[in-house]
């Protein structure tokens, strides 16, 4: 994991996002919604925080060039 740092926090978002949405599919209280656009908006976050590179880290140094 050559940027560790966006890594995690993109890991850290999209969880929190799903889950979220996991515990308003799973309870039984009828007042709450699942909302399918915030679990596309946690994949998205743990895509980039996958995909995106540090600030600090140049296209040589991980591979992109």
């Keep these: 994991m050559k940027s560790w740092k966006t890594t995690v926090l993109g890991i850290i978002a999209g969880i929190s996002l ?7 599919l799973l309870d039984d209280n009828p007042e ?3 909302q ?3 679990v596309f908006a946690g994949l998205a976050a743990l895509g980039i925080g996958i995909f995106a590179r ?5 296209s040589e140094s991980v591979g992109a060039k």
């Design 18 to 24: 799903i889950l979220v949405q996991l515990t308003n």
């Design 32 to 34: 709450t919604m699942f």
């Design 54 to 58: 540090d600030n600090n880290k140049t």
């Design 36 to 38: 399918l656009s915030q």
